[in-house]
C-alpha cells in the first residue's frame, strides 16, 4: 500500500487566478473525495468521485470542479480563486464504502495560500 | 443538516492524566460516528468509529460509545502520553453502513487540540 499522495505540499496563487490541486489515491481504492478545511476549522466536503462519476457535493460554488481518472487518480480545479478559498486541501480514498473497514484514507493535503 | 458539535480547546493535560473531549450531534436516522486525529503536517487518520446505537469503539487506549439517546459520542482515554498530542475531531456520516445507501461525506466538528505535557 502507498497510502494517498498529494501534489503540491504548498502553493501560493494570485486572486483570481485557476489552481489544479492533484491525488494519487491508495492502490485499489476506488471512491475519493475532497474536502477544504480552513485554519481552525474542520473539514468541510467539496466533493465525491465513484468509478469516475461524481456522486455527492458539498455547499461549493460551481468554481470548484473534479475529476477522477481510470487509475483512479483525480484532480481539484478551481477557478477564479478568492482569498477566502486559502485553506487546506484534502484528499481521501476508499475502497467502495468508507464506513466499513478503516473508511477513508486521507493524504496529508496541499496548503493553498491566495494572495 | 447534518452538524457535529465539539469541546472548545485548547486542551493541555498531564502525562498520565485522563481525557474526555465531547462530541453531540445532529443528524437524520441513525449516522456513522468517528473520531479522526490529525498530528502536526499530517493528513487525518480514523481513530475509532461506532455505526450503531451502543456500539463502542476502540483503539490505542482510546474509547467512545455511541449513544443514540443523547445524540453523543465523547472520546475517552484513561491515561494520556505526550505521543497523543494532537487534534481531534469527531465526525459523521449520514450514510447506511450496510446499504450504502446515502452520502459518504462526513461533516466534521471544528476539533479539538489537545497537549499533553511530561
Known amino acids: 500500500e502507498t497510502g494517498v499522495t498529494q501534489s503540491p505540499t504548498h502553493l501560493i496563487k494570485t486572486r483570481g487566478q485557476q489552481v489544479t490541486l492533484r491525488c494519487s489515491s491508495q492502490?485499489?481504492?476506488?471512491?475519493v473525495s475532497w474536502y477544504q478545511q480552513a485554519l481552525g476549522q474542520g473539514p468541510q466536503f467539496i466533493f465525491q468521485y465513484y468509478r469516475e462519476e461524481e456522486n455527492g457535493r458539498g455547499n461549493f460554488p460551481p468554481r470548484f470542479s473534479g475529476l477522477q481518472f481510470p487509475n483512479y487518480s483525480s484532480e481539484l480545479n478551481v477557478n477564479a480563486l478568492e482569498l477566502d478559498d486559502s485553506a487546506l486541501y484534502l484528499c481521501?480514498?476508499?475502497?467502495?464504502?468508507?464506513?466499513?473497514?478503516?473508511?477513508?484514507?486521507f493524504g496529508s493535503g496541499t496548503r493553498l495560500t491566495v494572495v | 443538516g447534518d452538524s457535529v458539535t465539539q469541546m472548545e480547546g485548547p486542551v493541555t493535560l498531564s502525562e498520565e492524566a485522563c481525557l474526555t473531549i465531547?462530541?453531540?450531534?445532529?443528524?437524520?436516522?441513525?449516522?456513522?460516528l468517528f473520531w479522526y486525529v490529525q498530528y502536526p503536517g499530517e493528513g487525518l487518520q480514523l481513530l475509532l468509529k461506532?455505526?450503531?446505537?451502543?456500539d463502542k469503539g476502540s483503539n490505542k487506549g482510546f474509547e467512545a460509545t455511541y449513544r443514540k439517546e443523547t445524540t453523543s459520542f465523547h472520546l475517552e482515554k484513561g491515561s494520556v502520553q505526550v505521543s497523543d498530542s494532537a487534534v481531534y475531531f469527531c465526525a459523521l456520516s449520514s450514510a447506511d453502513a450496510y446499504s450504502g445507501a446515502g452520502s459518504y461525506q462526513l461533516t466534521f466538528g471544528k476539533g479539538t487540540k489537545l497537549s499533553v505535557i511530561p
Open positions: 492502490s485499489g481504492h476506488n471512491t
Open positions: 465531547n462530541c453531540t450531534y445532529t443528524a437524520t436516522g441513525y449516522p456513522s
Open positions: 461506532a455505526t450503531k446505537a451502543d
Open positions: 481521501a480514498s476508499s475502497l467502495d464504502s468508507p464506513l466499513l473497514g478503516y473508511g477513508y484514507t
